[in-house]
């Protein structure tokens, strides 16, 4: 059986399956779910309504949040808040 790789983001925390996570895109800042982790670098799908799955690496990547913005990331990441 495979082992997973373990990531850490631009701040140091521990990445695993399913943490919201914000990143980098184009000249903005998006707001994704970690959907795979690859030895190199993790897949990330989009919320939204033009919803996408991306590549990033590792350091690209923060879930660092204060307590109101996880909530509505939570949110958001189960469709209960549209963005």
Not at 18 to 36: E, F, M, Q, R
């Amino acid at each position: 059986m495979a082992e997973i790789p373990e990531h850490r983001d631009k701040l140091g925390r521990l990445l695993k399956l399913g943490d919201c996570v914000a990143y980098p895109s184009y000249n903005s800042l998006s707001i994704g779910t970690i959907k795979k982790l690859n030895p190199k670098m993790i897949g990330v799908a989009t919320l939204g309504k033009r919803a996408s799955t991306s590549n990033k690496y590792p350091q690209d990547l923060s879930c660092r949040w204060t307590r109101s913005h996880y909530v509505f990331a939570q949110n958001v990441c189960k469709g209960l808040t549209n963005w």
